[in-house]
C-alpha cells in the first residue's frame, strides 16, 4: 500500500560519490527477480551505489518502488539515484537523480533538487561529456563501452579507447555503462572509470549474489 505520506527527506547533506560498482534496478531486465531482496544481498556484498532505471508512464508505480528501494538503501548506508524522474528523486528523498540527453537540462534539475544532491547525465561523446563537466555534473555515464542489450536503440560503441580519451579530458567522475561483464570489468577500470555500472550482468544472471561478488573481486575493492 502506498504511503499517505512520502518520506520526508534527510537534512541537506552533500551526497559523496561512490566509486566501485553502480548497480542499476530495471524491473524490466530484472523479470520475476525481487528488486528489494536484489537490494539486500547488493548491501550484504558490498555494494553502495544503486539507480532505479523505470520505463514507465505510471509515475505512482515508480514512486511506490523508488520509495521502497530508497528506503532500504538507505538503511544500509548505500547511495539511492533515481533514473530521469526529478520529480520522483525529490519525493521520496533520493540522493540525486540521473538525467539522459533529452531529460530535464541540468541546470533546472539543480535548481529543483538543489547543490547537496547528485545530479549524473549520461553522455556518449567526448563533447557531451564535457558539456557535462562544465555545466556542473557530478558525475558523467559514460558509454557504451561495449554493445548491450538493455536498450531498445542504443548508441554507438564508444570502446576502452573512448573512455581513455574522455578520462584524460573530463574532472568530474566518469561511470562506464554498456556490456561491462566479469571479463571486462578490470579493463574499463583500468582505463579511467571511477565507477562501473551493471545492469543484465547482475539482473539476468542465474546466481545474482554470485555475480556481484565476482564483479566487486574483479574491480579489486569493495564500496
Request: aromatic share 4%.
Amino acid at each position: 500500500m502506498r504511503p499517505l505520506h512520502p518520506p520526508a527527506p534527510d537534512a541537506p547533506r552533500r551526497v559523496p560519490f561512490p566509486a566501485g560498482l553502480y548497480l542499476i534496478l530495471d524491473p524490466a531486465v530484472a523479470g520475476s527477480l525481487s528488486l528489494p531482496d536484489l537490494v539486500k544481498t547488493a548491501l550484504t556484498t558490498g555494494v553502495r551505489f544503486f539507480q532505479l532505471r523505470m520505463k514507465t508512464p505510471h509515475a505512482g508505480e515508480f514512486y511506490d518502488l523508488a520509495a521502497q528501494v530508497c528506503a532500504l538503501v538507505r538503511a544500509g548506508g548505500g547511495t539511492f539515484i533515481v533514473n530521469d524522474r526529478v520529480d520522483v528523486a525529490q519525493a521520496v528523498g533520493a540522493d540525486g537523480v540521473h538525467l539522459g540527453q533529452e531529460d530535464l537540462p541540468l541546470a533546472d534539475a539543480r535548481a529543483i533538487l538543489g547543490p547537496d544532491k547528485l545530479i549524473g547525465i549520461s553522455t556518449h561523446t567526448m563533447k557531451q561529456a564535457l558539456e557535462a563537466d562544465a555545466g556542473g555534473a557530478d558525475y558523467v555515464g559514460f558509454g557504451p563501452i561495449f554493445p548491450t542489450s538493455t536498450k531498445e536503440h542504443p548508441d554507438p560503441v564508444v570502446g576502452i579507447a573512448g573512455l581513455r580519451e574522455v578520462r584524460a579530458k573530463v574532472r568530474v567522475p566518469i561511470v562506464a555503462i554498456g556490456g561491462i561483464t566479469t571479463k571486462n570489468v578490470r579493463e574499463v577500470v583500468a582505463a579511467g572509470a571511477d565507477c562501473c555500472a551493471v545492469i543484465s550482468a547482475v539482473l539476468a544472471a542465474s546466481d545474482p549474489k554470485r555475480a556481484l561478488f565476482e564483479l566487486l573481486k574483479e574491480i579489486g575493492r569493495k564500496t
